[in-house]
């Protein structure tokens, strides 16, 4: 797996959202968040995800895509449970994936990071899949980037956000990055 100039990761399957803009001048890439998503909630396959990132979910498609009506967000990354690699954001750009977050002291954590999506929920098991290619995509992202830390959004935003959830095995992960 190769990560271009541009933060493009070459296994992935590109498509492109808006929700992204620049990164502050100069600013290093040193912080992975791993988040988790299923639209609607719970619910695994379709391609609810890729459209609420593009800005083209239908809000009449189901209740719960009401609530998400003008939501613009997006991650850099998501990891389906099939293990397929979708990217839509460039590394070099800042994707809209954190919030209100802090890392370290360090606010804006959307400023610095790198955001990646597993496709599941706090309270399910990710599939062997997913942390094959995210061991796959992270080492690929520290040849890449200056990265010191990898955490969840719980723990950059934890009175807002529980994922990735006591599902996903931390121990198993960082042992496979080595
Ligand atoms: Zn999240």
Request: a negative charge; proline letters at 7%.
């Amino acid at each position: 797996m190769m990560v271009d100039a541009a933060g493009r990761v070459d296994a992935a399957r590109y498509v492109a959202s808006p929700n992204c803009d620049e990164r502050p001048c100069g600013e290093a890439i040193t912080l992975l968040v791993l988040h988790n998503i299923s639209l609607p909630p719970g619910e695994f396959g379709g391609d609810a995800i890729e459209h609420l990132f593009t800005n083209e979910l239908d809000p009449a498609s189901h209740p719960y895509y009401r609530g998400l009506s003008g939501v613009r967000v997006s991650a850099h990354f998501l990891i389906r449970r099939t293990g397929e690699l979708l990217q839509f954001v460039p590394c070099a750009k800042r994707a809209w994936h954190a919030g209100a977050s802090a890392w370290c002291g360090r606010n804006g954590c959307n400023d610095f990071s790198i955001g990646i999506e597993l496709e599941g929920a706090d309270d399910v098991p990710y599939t062997d899949s997913q942390y094959r290619l995210l061991a796959e995509l992270a080492r690929a992202l520290r040849r890449a980037y200056p990265i010191a830390d990898i955490a969840g959004h719980s723990d950059i935003a934890p009175s807002r956000k529980t994922d990735p959830g006591p599902s996903f095995d931390w121990q198993r992960f960082r042992s496979s990055i080595g």
